[in-house]
């Protein structure tokens, strides 16, 4: 049971180019998020989603996408990198958060934009 | 005023003593309160999670919540050096699809 998997672990990006983040758990969760963190700050929510065809904004979702096209799956998309988008981006899980809210975080993906 | 607020820290115990971490939050409606432990360069594992008044204690951790305040703690007792982290508090306010807003966290150091 590996959990949540995200990779890369570590990507320079220059300004303007384009990538994509994985995210995959195993744990059949309903819920998956994507965070980011910056330097001495807490996390803050760029998308979200309750299954697989259905996500939604968080609170710092510009210059960023989703999809859910299976359970497992949550990537995000980043096109015309930015330096403000320097950071660390966590991925997240959590079963049905109307009996647990606990959310099961990936190792998280360091990305510096030049 | 941020929806949930903590000390930055950081804070600093000597070992075998007791670290008290604070957190505040601003909705009234919230339901459920969380404390995550983060290591430098790690990612946050979940250490305690609490939903109704009063103290719920796991091993050397306790957590406190009191609604009427809008109050949040983390007692860590008999402090270790391996304690040593910043620690986020989270709330969920249960509206608008079960979003957690995190705190940015409170840096603790166990000095040996």
């Known amino acids: 049971n590996a959990g949540v998997t995200q990779t890369p672990k570590f990507r320079i990006l220059k300004i303007g180019q384009s990538m994509t983040l994985q995210c995959t758990q195993d744990m059949n969760h309903n819920y998956m998020y994507w965070y980011r963190q910056d330097p001495g700050m807490g996390l803050k929510l760029i998308y979200y989603s309750v299954g697989a065809g259905i996500t939604d904004k968080g609170e710092v979702p510009n210059g960023y996408n989703v999809s859910r096209s299976t359970t497992e799956d949550f990537p995000l998309r980043l096109e015309l990198a930015a330096p403000s988008q320097t950071s660390v981006y966590f991925c997240?899980?959590?079963?049905?958060?109307?009996?647990?809210?606990?959310?099961?975080f990936g190792p998280g993906t360091r990305l510096t934009v030049l | 005023q941020k929806e949930v607020e903590q000390n930055s820290g950081p804070l600093s115990v000597p070992e075998g003593a007791i670290a008290s971490l604070n957190c505040t939050y601003s909705d009234r409606v919230s339901q459920s309160f969380f404390w995550y432990r983060q290591y430098s360069g790690k990612s946050p594992e979940l250490i305690m999670s609490i939903y109704s008044n009063g103290d719920k204690e796991d091993g050397r951790f306790t957590a406190q919540l009191n609604k009427a305040s809008q109050y949040v703690s983390l007692l860590i007792r008999d402090s270790q050096p391996s304690d040593s982290a910043t620690y986020l508090c989270?709330?969920?306010?249960?509206?608008?699809?079960?979003?957690?807003?995190f705190g940015a966290g409170t840096r603790l150091f166990v000095k040996a």
């Open positions: 997240a899980s959590s079963s049905d958060p109307a009996s647990t809210d606990t959310q099961y």
């Open positions: 989270a709330v969920n306010p249960r509206t608008g699809g079960f979003k957690t807003i």
